[in-house]
């Protein structure tokens, strides 16, 4: 069966805002084995919407809306879809009850425009809504001589998302033909996306069953798997089989095979290994040790940090000798070694990481380039360093530098 | 005159891509007076690709299409507007003779699939593309009755980008009626969305041209005003008008008025008053660093800072008395004051800031829960300090206090 949704509301057409709830429903819908074979966007107006409900009742078995159910005049999904489908609305004195009584628990009384999210399309299920006023609808039934599945959604993610789980997962589980779909993600750090590509292709293009993803950031990438079979047993394996693969061939390049992100891979490791970890920033400003605070609990292996953008406080926070950023140069192989030795033993912790670089878009040099960054890691067996020559803006330097820097741990702690 | 926006390609249509290009497709027709009244997205099937080419002819007098222009058996979207049409497509040898220059200057054979960007609709205008192989093409007339403008363009952002700007803006704006539109944007700090509406809610309601959107982050609000009239002093008079009023009311809670950032803002505070900063951050992470020194040529204002998660690092980098964190725990008005005045002696910066608060999910007591942050900003006039209870998960509290943090070096400055 194939699914559309329809987004409604009047400032997704707008520059400033930008739908993110069919991300979540396509990734619903396909978990159930349903495609989603179109998406659109509609604003505010009646005559637009029902046109798209008419179109999308006609190409499609599953349509699902997305918003403009609240307590405004702009809010006219029922009305249209009631339109398109040819029914009425009845006011429920049930969902008015509620309304009521939710607005007297917090001793307000209720505006009138409220009851208009009591009206029910005839023939449909009332999805109640524990997070907000406006509640979802469900109907299925026969459509020009088709079965269909309308379902209404409010527009605000966690209500959607809620309202999912709990009153529509199931009830679609239920209509749809039992899918046997099965997914497998592996996150790769530090290979080009070419790079990757050319490898694994010959691997995964082998396997016509399972669908191939490709997702490409800085420094990070993703492989997704996709695969559907007779039985689910059957979709796991082959999806597993073309990943195991994938993963043979990329080695260590592959640092999670369950959604894991690097930040919490690392913190994986540094728990597994008893170890503590402190940095020294320079050009990535912040960015590392936020990036690992990011991660809950991570004061168990995270110690602190410095960020030394002056030279003055490189030498104060890390013990960098100031003849040494004299004679090489801040940005430099020897003055990121001593970042990395300087804070591990100031913060007295398994680890030290030091990153001094050029994040642009001032202040490269013919020899140390906007996009120079040399990282460091050290511990009790000694310092290693590695120098990148990074692509791209300020933002996307910083963020490779920190990948970088991140990779470098795991692979020290693996 | 009204448009919409067709973006194809399969690939957005899983949970995996978002499009884009229809934010800057958007933006660009609201600055010609063009309203977006639909887009969809629309998967690599000729069928669904013609009946939604279709649709969007019968509704809208512009039709913008992003993507499904390239070399493979999946670009599809000259066929489908061409039989939308009625038309035929025709292969242009120049464009072909184009193309096979380009593989030849790299030294490659083209492949025969490649010929297929050579095909144009007929009466269409080829738009050359600089910075890719597939060119856009441009078609104007009538259709069913009325004037229809077709515009097809490449996918790949920076593509699509430049195509607009060289060949389509100038051709849209000789077509479409002379529309005088004035915007203004006013950026708003550490105050809720809805208590911002209620008090701006009386102002610009008044202004029945004048199109308002409020947009709200974790502790930053946008407000955008949009005017039209009948030339360009009347519509930024409205805009202008409406935007003092409603600076006047929010006062000094009004950050930017010219859409620049609230790190830029602080940047330019420092660098006006000649002065430096530097920060000492628990809860937060770095990101205030990172936030900091993501504006270029922050080294001019920002010093450095450290990154105390441990207690011991607290004590060791801001020389916060040991006892003091016994007496009063680390989460607290003191610590958070001490933070800011030690960091600011160890760096000898003008200004120092301290945050100190409980991110979670885990580590809340009753006392002090998930989401209590203590800020503090330093300078020769002593120290002030100011404590928040934010909502929200682990990211949302640590932009809230970053946040709070910039808005308060920013008052200190102003």
């Given amino acids: 069966m194939n699914a559309e949704i329809i987004v409604v509301g009047s400032e997704l057409l ?7 709830n069919s991300l ?31 179109h999308a009742l006609f190409r499609s078995e599953i349509v699902i809306f997305s918003g403009g159910l609240g307590p405004t005049e702009d809010d006219l999904t029922r009305e249209a879809v009631a339109e398109a489908l040819g029914v009425g609305l009845r006011r ?45 609808q469900w109907i299925s039934g026969e459509f020009e001589g088709r079965e269909h599945i309308i379902v209404m959604l409010p527009g605000p993610p966690h209500e959607l998302k809620a309202l999912f789980e709990t009153e529509v997962r199931e009830r679609l589980r239920a209509k749809v033909p039992p899918a046997f779909l099965a997914t497998r993600t592996l996150k790769i750090a530090m290979l080009g996306e070419s790079a990757v590509d050319a490898r694994v292709a010959p691997i995964y293009t082998r396997y016509k069953d399972v669908e191939t993803t ?10 997704h798997f996709k695969s559907r079979a007779a039985n ?14 994938v993963e043979d061939e990329l080695d260590d390049a592959v640092y999670s095979r369950d959604g894991q992100s690097l930040e919490q891979i690392v913190g994986y490791w540094l728990q597994m290994r008893g170890a503590t970890v402190a940095v020294a920033e320079s050009c990535t400003g912040g960015l590392l040790a936020e990036r690992i605070t990011s991660v809950s609990g991570s004061s168990r292996y995270f110690v602190g940090g410095a960020v030394v953008y ?44 030091g990153i001094t670089g050029v994040a642009g878009p001032g202040g490269g040099t013919p020899e140390k380039p906007v996009g120079l960054v040399f990282h460091a890691v050290a511990s009790d067996r000694g310092t290693e360093v590695a120098q990148r020559n990074f692509p791209g803006d300020r933002k996307r330097i910083r963020r490779f530098a920190s990948t970088m820097a991140l990779d470098m741990l795991r692979k020290k702690l693996m």
Same sequence: chains 1, 2.
Avoid at 25 to 32: G, I, K, V, Y
Avoid at 214 to 223: D, H, K, N, V, Y
Avoid at 335 to 342: P, Q, R, T, Y
Wanted: with cysteine.
């Fill in 14 to 20: 707008t520059p400033h805002r930008m739908d993110t």
């Fill in 24 to 54: 979540y429903l396509t990734e619903q819908l396909n978990l159930l084995g349903v495609e989603v074979v179109f998406k659109s966007i509609v604003g505010d107006n009646l005559p637009r919407l029902v046109a798209a409900a008419e």
């Fill in 92 to 136: 429920d004195p049930e969902i008015l009850r509620s309304l009521e009584e939710r607005f007297a628990a917090r001793g307000w009384k209720m505006a009138a425009n409220n009851a208009k999210q009591a009206d029910v399309l005839e023939g449909a299920t009332v999805l109640a809504n524990p997070n907000g006023t406006a509640p979802g």
């Fill in 214 to 223: 490709i997702l490409a950031g800085a420094g990070e990438i993703e492989l």
């Fill in 232 to 245: 689910q047993e059957a979709a796991q394996q082959r999806v597993d089989e073309v990943a195991d693969l």
């Fill in 310 to 353: 002056s030279n003055a406080l490189k030498t104060e926070f890390a013990g960098v000798p100031a003849e040494m950023i004299e004679r090489h140069g801040a940005v430099s192989r020897e003055v990121a070694a001593a970042l990395a030795e300087g804070i591990r033993y100031r913060c007295e912790s398994t680890l030290g990481v």
